[in-house]
C-alpha cells in the first residue's frame, strides 16, 4: 500500500469501452472500408436532388436570376404558351435560354426520379445512351436516377424501421428482463400470440384497405420488427440483473429505472449494437420484396423493389434489372461486412493485441505497483 | 488383461513400467508461449512411477497450462523443451498418437465436475464411452466395469446412478464419478487440476481421502502417478511426497513435502506459508448500540410444483428459517455454514434487498420497512455491501471514479464535482490505491484491486455496517489476507460492523468476533468464536471445524 501511495500521481486516462470497441472494429479492414463506402454512397444519393433532377440548379435569363430547383416556375416565364410549370427538358425551354447572357446550370444528370422523358428518340425502354445512362423504364423514365433515388428510399426506410424496432424491442426486452416474474411470464405470452399473427397476409389486407404508402408500411412492419431483438435483451436483462454490480447498486439506494439506465442496459446493448446492420438489411429486402410483389410503396415512387418487377416483365431490357440487382446485392454485402466486423468488434473473447491504434493500449503494464500487484494476483483474466 | 473383481487394480498392464529405468514423467526446460507472452518458462520436475506430486501456486502462475501442456491440449500456443512420458517425447508424438494416450494412459481430473461432464448423457454412458474406446470392451462388459469403478468411488447405489445424469448427482457425487472416469482405463498418470476447489469443505476432505486411496491402490499394482496441482499448501502435505511450487510461470522450489514445509526456502514459498490470517481484534465495547437485529427472519422463494398442480399454485421454498441474529457497532459477527445453507439469502435479507415472508430485520431499533422516504435513503447509505465475486461486481461500462462516486451523488446531491472527486480519492487511499486509478475501467485491475475497489465503493458512503458476502473467497491466499488485513484496519479506524459471511472457518477464525454457524436454512450454533469452535455443541459444527483442521 505504501508503494501506492508514493507513487507519482498522474491521472492515466483509458480508452472508454465505446473506443476501445471503435478501434477494434477499424482493424478489421472489410468492416470499416463497407462502413465508408456505405456512408459515401448513403451521403451521395441524399444529395441526388442536386445532381440528378429535371430542373437546372440556377437559371439566368433576359437579366434575371432564377432558381427552379427550389421554385416552380410557370412556362409563360421563359416565352412558353401555357401556365403550366415549365418543362425544362423541353427543347424549346432549352432553346430559350440560348440567348446572350442567358444559361441554366443544369444537374450532372437530367433526369429526377419520376421525370418522363417526352423527347426520347428510342422507344421505351430505350438501351443505355448519352442522354440517359442506364437507359430508361418501360414508362420512359431514367433507370440511373430511379436507381439513386430507389437507394436512398430503401436506405432511409431501413434505418427509421431499424431505429422504431430497435427501441420498441429494448423497452420490451428491458422491462421483462429486469423486473422478470410475472410480467415477464405475461409479456412473454402476449409476444408469441403476437408473433403468431400472419404477417405477409395482414400486410396484403390492409395493402387493399389503405392507400399504400411509405408510412403505413413502416407502421405494419414495425408491429413485429421487434420482436426478435425483445428476446436477445430480455435474455441479457436477466443475465446482467443477477450480476453482484446490480446487486451493489440495489444496496446502494438506486432506483430501479436508475439501475437500468445506468448499469443494465449499457451492459446489455451487445446484441442490439451487432444486429443492427443485419436488421438493415432484412429491412432492405422486406421493402424490396413487397415492391416486387406491387404491395409496398405507391407507384410514382423510386424504388428497387419495382424496378425489379420491370425488370421481370422486361427481359429483354437487362439494363434494368442487372444494375438493381447489383446495387442490391452491393447493399447487403457491405451491411453483411459491417455487422460482421461489428460482432468481432464487441465479441471480449477476442483480446485486445497490444500495440493497437489507441496509443493507451496495453495499459496494465503501466500500472502503478500496489501491494496486490507485487504478488500478482491473478491478474484480469 | 484378468478377470479381477476389483478393476481399478487390475494387474498385467502392459504399460505398467514402460522403459526400464525411466522416470514415468518426467517434464524438461518445458516453456509456454500464447501470443509471445511466456506463460510457463523453462520448467523441469521429475514424477517417479507410484509418486504423488504437488504443483503449487496461485492464479495466473501457470500451473494448470503445465498441465494441459502434458496432455498437449492447448490451443494456439507454442510449447518447447521436451516432456517424457515412461522415456518416450510426447511433444513429438502425433496427434493421432496423443488422442490414444489421452484417458488411456494419462488422465485428468477436472476442477468443475458440473462442466466436465456432458449434461445430456448420463454419467455411466460417458465412462463407458472411455472404456468401450480405450479398452474396446463391448457395451454389456463396460457397463459392468462402469458400476464398479463408481461403487469403488464410494457412490451409494452404483446400479441407479449410473443411468443418472450430471445434474442429478451432487457435487461431491459428481466428482466422484469423475474420478471413476479418470481411473476406467488404469492410466499410468493422473493429472487432478484443483479437484477439490469447488467442492464444499466438508466433502473436501472425503475426496482428497479418496484420492489417496485410490492411488494407493493403484500405485502398487501398476505404479500410477498423481499430479495434483492446487493452491492450497494445507492439502499438499496431507496427499503429496512430493512439491513444487510456481510462481508466474517459473519453478521457484521443489523438493520433498517435510522439507518445504518445514525449512521452506524461497520467499514466495515463505509467503505462501505464512498466508494463514492471524487475528488482530479489538474487543467490543460493553456498551457498543446493537445495530441491526434480525428477529425470527424467513426468506423463502417460490418453487414450481411438480406435475398439474404447478400450474396452480406454487410451493415454497425457505432458504432462510426463523433466522434471529443481532449485530452491534464495531462487531464482527460471522457467518459460516456451506453452499446452499442460505447465508447469501439471509445476507440479502439484511440489506433489505429480499423481502422477508416472516419475522422483521431492525435497524437502530426500528424495522427497515418501516423507513420511509430521506430516512430510508440514509438506511441505505449506512448499510452497505460487498459480494463475492470481484470479476461482476463493478458494472465494466464505468470508470473507476463513476463506480465509487455514484453513490455519493445519490446520497449527496448537493456536492460538487471537485469535493466529489476529492472524496473518492480519498476513500481510494484508504483502500490502497491511488488517484491515478480514477479513469481507468474495471477489467484493467486484478481481482485482488477490484475488491479494493468494491469496498471503497461501499466505504464511500460512510456505513455503519458492511455486509460482506464471501469478500475474500474467489481470491489467492496471500490476496485474501493483505484484504482480510484491510478490512481488521478499517474496522478499527471507523468503528465499522460487520456481517462477515464465509464458508472458510480459518478466516472466520480470525476476523470474527462472534460466529453464527447455518445449516440448511438453520441457524443450528451461534455465540463468541473462541468458544463455539473451542466447544462445538452442534454436530454439524463439529464436522465442519474437524474439515476444516483437516487442512491443518
Redesign the interface.
Known sequence: ?SQ??S????????P??RQRIWARFRRQRLGYWSLLIFLSLFVISAAAPLWSNDRPLVVRYQHTWYFPLVKTYPELTFGGDFPTPADYLDPFIKDRFQGPGDFALYPLNHYSYDTLNYFASAPNPAAPSRENWLGTDDRGRDVFARLLYGFLVSVTFALVLTAIGTVLGIIAGALQGYFGGRLDLTAQRLIEIWGALPELYLLIIFASIFQPSLLLLVILLSLFGWLGLADYVRAEFLRNRS???V????????SSW?IIW??VL??SLTPVITFLPFRMSAAILALTSLDFLGLGVPPSTPSLGELLAQGKANLDAWWISLPTFGILVATLLLLTFMGDALRNAMDTRV?D?GGGVLPVAG??AA??P????S??????? | MTQSSLDLSGGGNINANGAAGAALLSVEDLSVQFAGHTVVDRISFTLESGERMALVGESGSGKSVTALAILRLLEQARVSGAIRLGGEDLLRKSERAMRGLRGADVAMIFQEPTSAFNPLYSVGNQIVETLMLHEALDAGPARRRAIELLDRTGIAEPGRRVDSLPHQLSGGQRQRAMIAMALACRPRLLLADEPTTALDVTIRAQIIDLLLELQQEAAKERGMGVLLITHDLNLVRRFAHKVAVMERGRLVERGPVETIFTAPQHPYTLKLLNAQPQRDLLPVLPIAPVLLQAHAVTVSYPMRRPGLAGLFRSARFDAVSAASLSVRQGETVGVVGESGSGKSSLAMALLGLQRAAEGSVEFHGRPLTHYRGRDSRRVRANLQAVFQDPYSSLSPRHTIERIVGEGLALHHPELDATVLRDKVIAVLREVGLDRTILQRYPHEFSGGQRQRIAIARALVLEPQIMVLDEPTSALDVSIQLQVLKLLAQLQQKFNLAYLFISHDLDVIRAMAHRVVVMQDGHIVEQGATEVVLATPSHPYTRQLIKASLFHQ
Open positions: 500500500m501506492a501511495m507513487s507519482t500521481p498522474r491521472v492515466l486516462v483509458s472508454t469501452p450480476q453482484d454490480y446487486k451493489a447498486a440495489r444496496a446502494m439506494g438506486l436508475q445506468r448499469h449499457p451492459n483480446a493485441h495499459l496494465s500500472l502503478p500496489t501491494a496486490d500487484e504478488l500478482r494476483d491473478g491478474g484480469p483474466a
